[in-house]
């Protein structure tokens, strides 16, 4: 399965920024996807995961409220808007999916991450 991230780049505080995810996996529409990021450093968090829907969204207590997950499945592809942006948010972002549908839990995504991954698109976040 191939995810391709875009939309990364070097941003000043308080910016916005959209990320981009596109798969070239024809049933990615009909799944779950989510964005995770790692921080320089840190290990890999999650940040955001969304229904094949676009109906039920699930966001980490470090993003909420400045993170806006949605997709367009017609153009098999999913977005994170991120407004507001801080310096801890500087992290590369990475687009995933099990292929399969929203687990009920936002907290096995926490946990154990999701099965495919695209290779990244770096954020920096000047301050």
């Known amino acids: 399965v191939q995810l391709v991230e875009s939309g990364g780049g070097l941003v000043q505080a308080g910016d916005s920024l959209r990320l981009s995810c596109t798969s070239s996996e024809r049933t990615f529409k009909r799944y779950a996807a989510g964005w995770f990021r790692q921080a320089p450093g840190k290990g890999r968090e999650f940040v955001a995961a969304i229904s094949w829907r676009g109906d039920t969204a699930y966001y980490d207590n470090a993003v909420k409220g400045r993170a806006t997950v949605s997709r367009d499945n017609a153009k098999n592809t999913v977005f994170l808007q991120m407004n507001s942006l801080k310096s801890e948010d500087t992290a590369v972002y990475y687009c995933?999916?099990?292929?399969?549908?929203?687990?009920?839990?936002?907290?096995?995504?926490?946990?154990?991450?999701?099965?495919?991954w695209g290779k990244g698109t770096m954020v920096t976040v000047s301050s």
């Open positions: 995933a999916t099990d292929l399969a549908p929203l687990r009920p839990a936002m907290r096995d995504y926490i946990l154990y991450g999701m099965e495919y």
